[in-house]
């Protein structure tokens, strides 16, 4: 069974600032990994997704993720923050099987940018 | 950019009232999905439907919860008779393939 916790249900950093949400998985299989973002009042849109091929892994708006199997995280990083990206963060896992195909999401982390 | 779109916005039913969540996928997809988020939790898995027929389902998705696609465009989430726990954001997804699934803005229903 594949399961992921997001380490802080809120964040907050200043505009211009690093950005790191964490995100560990538990699976039993290699997993596809996916990062979501939900703006206020809107639905789930997908940021990046790691699906076996290469570990450092780039999504929309400047924001990266890496796949770290000794670790077992999945952490999303920007180098800059703008006040754009205050919204809440899904960190997903799903099993790479086609009969397996729901998606599992953390928490969420809502991400709070300071001026 | 093709989205997936959910009607309605809000919703608000009584206790014990028959509810229908609708959803129009993007247009060449082939999977379905039903997700729903109680506030202040997680979003959580309902049901997956692909080649008109229900692929995988969690416990959630007991016999109060049915998914149809009546006419090839909408897929829908009926609700027999609601429960106050029902109360949640219903999030619709669809896909071409199970790797990248799209999600529509939600549905929030309050069950009073």
């Known amino acids: 069974a594949q399961s992921v916790t997001q380490l802080g249900s809120h964040v907050s950093v200043s505009e211009g600032a690093l950005v790191l949400l964490r995100c560990n998985y538990s699976s039993s299989v290699p997993p596809y990994l996916f990062w979501y973002v939900q703006y206020p009042n809107q639905g789930l849109q997908l940021l990046l997704k790691?699906?076996?091929?290469?570990?450092l892994v780039k999504g929309i708006n400047d924001f990266e993720a890496e796949f770290k199997k000794s670790e077992t995280s999945f952490h999303l990083t920007k180098p800059s923050a703008h006040m754009s990206d205050a919204a809440e963060y899904f960190c997903?896992?799903?099993?790479?099987?086609?009969?397996?195909?729901?998606?599992?999401f953390g928490k969420g982390t809502r991400l709070h940018i300071l001026p | 950019e093709p989205e997936v779109t959910q009607t309605p916005s809000h919703q608000v039913t009584q206790m014990g009232q028959e509810v229908i969540l609708r959803c129009v996928p993007i247009s060449n997809h082939l999977y379905f999905y039903w997700y729903r988020q109680i506030l202040g939790q997680k979003v959580e898995f309902l049901v997956s439907?692909?080649?008109?027929?229900?692929?995988?389902k969690s416990e959630i998705f007991d016999d109060q919860f049915s998914v149809e696609r009546p006419d090839g465009s909408n897929f829908t989430l009926k609700i027999r008779s609601t429960k106050l726990e029902d109360s949640a954001m219903y999030f619709c997804a669809s896909s071409y393939d199970p790797y990248e699934q799209y999600f529509g803005p939600g549905t929030r229903l309050t069950v009073t």
């Open positions: 439907f692909y080649n008109n027929e229900i692929s995988e």
């Open positions: 790691y699906t076996s091929a290469a570990t």
């Open positions: 997903a896992v799903r099993a790479p099987q086609y009969s397996d195909d729901k998606i599992i």
